[in-house]
Structure formats: C-alpha cells, structure tokens
C-alpha cells in the first residue's frame, strides 16, 4: 500500500524559511503526480502546488507562486516543498498527496493517497 512520511514543519518568523519533505514507499513506479496541499483552521484543503515527477509540468497556487518550489527526489522517492518568504497566512497544515489515477492538479478529490500533514506556523 502506498504511504507518504511528511516533515519539515515548524514555526518560524515573517521572511523565514522552511523545506517540508514527503517520503513515499509503495509505488510500483514512478507516480504520475504528486502535490502539496494545506488546510487553514475551520476550512477547507487547498491546493500549493503539483508536479509531474517523471518530468514536465508543476503547477503553483497563485499565493505561492516565486516563493514556494516543488520538487522530487526519484532516488528518494520523495516529494520537497521549499518555502521561502514565508508569511503569517501561509500558517497551515500541510500536507502532502499522490494519486494512482490519470490525473493532475490542485483538486483534493483527484488523490486517493495523503500524508498525515505537518505544521506550520509562521508568526513573530
């Protein structure tokens, strides 16, 4: 069975910086996409950003967009998040998702696999 590790999280101050990673184990091969999500309090999961590991496209949130990157480990089989010039409301759970189905993107309803999430807190 497919299971995702997260970690990385934490609290750091206004302009900080953080790199939450995602173990994965149970792949047969190389999934097809895999992304990151977070829930703020009292709402709904949002999409950060996804990526094909295989290679070709990533997809960024519009409120991560040039401070945020994804990336994947093949070796690794691990899935990064760097975030940089982290702000107040970027506090959430993040979590980490892949999906055995043909289909990439920022929809919670599209992964079928997901982490257990990790904390970040982003205050001064």
């Known amino acids: 069975q497919v299971q995702l590790m997260e970690s990385g999280g934490g609290s750091v101050q206004p302009g900080g910086s953080l790199r939450l990673s995602c173990a994965a184990s149970?792949?047969?091969?190389?999934?097809?996409?895999m992304a990151w999500f977070r829930q703020f309090p009292g709402k709904e999961r949002e999409g950060v950003a996804d990526i094909y590991p295989g290679g070709g496209r990533i997809h960024y949130d519009g409120s991560v967009k040039d401070r945020f990157t994804i990336s994947y480990d093949n070796a690794k089989k691990t899935v990064f998040l760097q975030m940089n010039d982290l702000k107040p409301e970027d506090s959430a759970i993040y979590y980490c998702?892949?999906?055995?189905?043909?289909?990439?993107?920022?929809?919670?309803?599209?992964?079928?696999?997901w982490g257990q999430g990790t904390q970040v807190t982003v205050s001064s």
């Open positions: 149970g792949f047969t091969a190389t999934p097809n996409c």
């Open positions: 998702a892949s999906t055995s189905r043909g289909l990439c993107g920022l929809v919670p309803s599209w992964f079928n696999y």
